[in-house]
């Protein structure tokens, strides 16, 4: 079935049979926010790290179906999220149009031929999704294996973020080389981002024909550029992506997601995306009325706080009456009656702090058209029993009785 076909095929469903995210994604109305976590599959998890030790290789990991099934697996079958994730990377396609690369254990991604010249585009090509067929076997084996209980997520990196590993060679923490060829390669720059527009658009609708309900673009280092740069060097290849997977998968939403993202809030609304990433340096109120009611909006509770000691607790329960004017005893109860059969004090506390963030990003995003996930990707060594939380706490939650007024303009939390 092409993804025309499933298309029509979608339409003649009804809405209640798509899964939660892809109908908060859509703003139709959802019961509670559905929840899933960036990086949910991955080094924090125990059963992830003992099958990484028989497998080093991370390439071989991502790109071999059985593993990236069983890893993409591991977070579904331990805290039944409702979105699966691919197991992979943004890097993945490079090979299928005429970029290899390499991972290393120290410096991470590695690409020894650079394209900062006109005679390095020439080793680029029309993407070959043959050479990607894990990737969509991996996808049809998801989506049957959780059928319509999850979403099944794929994604794709921004043109700008891949160039970014392709003209550097690799990850940087200044930009400089890709930064000075706006001005010293302009044309050279706009080939390659022009090349890789069409090249992950057609990827996407590969990933869209193999499964994945919903795709999120990580435009990571996005937010490297300025607001007025990023309007010339990057918001035109996201849109210009959206558009093309729009004509073919008018119904599958997209979101959009840039670490840093703050200031670039309004101009993101205007690449056409379904929903908008919002990381956790962005207040979800603020978020939330910069963007309006007509977007959705994903995030954004910080990852750290599930590291977050007593201290931090109480300076947020001190903080929150002054900004939400709810009183801070009836939280302390809601969160406590979630917690009360957690064996460790401590631990609990800890659980406060998150539960609590929790709830007021929820609060603050309102009943319709809200993706709850992180800020960004779950940190190494998070416990496992607080991402358990995070999902128990999602699905413990009813619009119905959670807000007083059902819209999204003023929520009001009743506890």
């Not at 993407?127 to 999850?150: M, P, T, Y």
């Not at 558009?243 to 959009?256: D, H, R, S």
Request: with cysteine; proline share 7%; hydrophobic share 40%.
């Amino acid at each position: 079935m092409n993804c025309e076909t499933s298309s029509i095929h979608i339409l003649l469903v009804r809405a209640d049979h798509y899964p939660l995210l892809v109908k908060a994604a859509r703003g139709d109305p959802v019961s509670r926010p559905p929840a899933w976590m960036m990086r949910q599959a991955g080094r924090y998890m125990a059963v992830y790290k003992k099958l990484a030790e028989k497998y080093p290789s991370f390439r071989e990991r991502s790109e071999t179906t059985d593993l990236i099934v069983e890893i993409s697996l591991q977070p579904w079958k331990a805290f039944r999220p409702d979105g699966v994730i691919i197991f992979s990377d943004i890097l993945t396609p490079l090979p299928a149009f005429g970029i290899e690369f390499d991972i290393e254990e120290v410096r991470g991604p590695v690409i020894q031929s650079p394209i900062r010249s006109e005679e390095g585009l020439k080793t680029l090509h029309p993407i070959d999704l043959d050479r990607l067929q894990f990737v969509g076997e991996s996808l049809k084996l998801l989506h049957q294996e959780v059928g319509g209980h999850a979403a099944v997520l794929g994604f794709v990196g921004a043109p700008w973020t891949l160039a970014t590993y392709i003209v550097e060679g690799g990850t940087t923490r200044t930009y400089t080389t890709i930064k000075s060829m706006c001005h010293t390669a302009p044309q050279v720059l706009r080939t390659l981002l022009s090349h890789l527009t069409q090249a992950i658009a057609d990827y996407i609708v590969y990933q869209v024909e193999s499964g994945a309900h919903c795709i999120q673009i990580f435009d990571s280092w996005g937010g490297q550029l300025p607001p007025d740069m990023w309007e010339r060097w990057s918001k035109p290849y996201i849109k210009e992506i959206v558009n093309l997977v729009k004509k073919k998968c008018p119904e599958t939403p997209i979101v959009l997601y840039i670490n840093g993202n703050g200031g670039l809030l309004e101009r993101m609304i205007e690449t056409g995306v379904d929903v908008i990433g919002l990381d956790w340096t962005v207040d979800m109120a603020d978020g939330r009325r910069r963007l309006g009611s007509g977007i959705g909006v994903q995030g954004n509770v910080d990852p750290a706080y599930l590291f977050s000691p007593l201290p931090a607790l109480t300076e947020e329960i001190q903080r929150e009456p002054r900004e939400g004017g709810m009183g801070k005893r009836c939280y302390i109860r809601g969160v406590e009656a979630l917690t009360l059969d957690l064996p460790s004090k401590m631990f609990r506390l800890h659980l406060f702090l998150f539960m609590f963030q929790c709830l007021r990003v929820v609060r603050c995003a309102g009943p319709r058209r809200h993706i709850l996930n992180l800020g960004h990707g779950v940190l190494v060594g998070t416990p496992e029993e607080a991402v358990a939380h995070f999902f128990e706490v999602a699905r413990s939650l009813n619009f119905d009785t959670f807000f007083q007024n059902q819209t999204a303009k003023d929520p009001k939390l009743v506890v």
